[in-house]
């Protein structure tokens, strides 16, 4: 297994979506040959198991209705402003 398919497919295999033993095995193989994969796995299970810990955090109900604004009128990303002025 390279680290590009480790990666691509790292959700699966963590997500237990992989039913073939012999995927899983190789997952776990990469991940004892190769140290930049070792280290993913292990930056995601921190990650996941801190916001696993975290106290819930309950959002203002000003969010909720900026939120319904932004999803029902949503303002380009990348606003272009065109110089209307004559070339001096
Ligand atoms: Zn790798």
Do not use: K, N, W
């Not at 997500?15 to 040959?33: C, G, K, Q, Y």
């Not at 994969?37 to 959002?59: F, M, N, P």
């Not at 900026?66 to 402003?81: Q, T």
């Amino acid at each position: 297994m390279r680290c590009s398919e480790f990666l691509r497919r790292y959700s699966d295999f963590r997500d237990e979506t992989i039913d073939d033993p012999l995927v899983r095995r190789r997952f776990i193989a990469h991940m004892s040959l190769c140290g930049r994969c070792a280290r993913y796995q292990e930056v995601i299970d921190l990650g996941v198991s801190l916001l696993r810990s975290a106290d819930q955090i309950e959002a203002s109900p000003r969010f909720y209705a900026r939120l319904a604004a932004a999803v029902l009128h949503p303002e380009p990303i990348f606003a272009v402003s065109v110089c209307t002025s004559p070339r001096s």
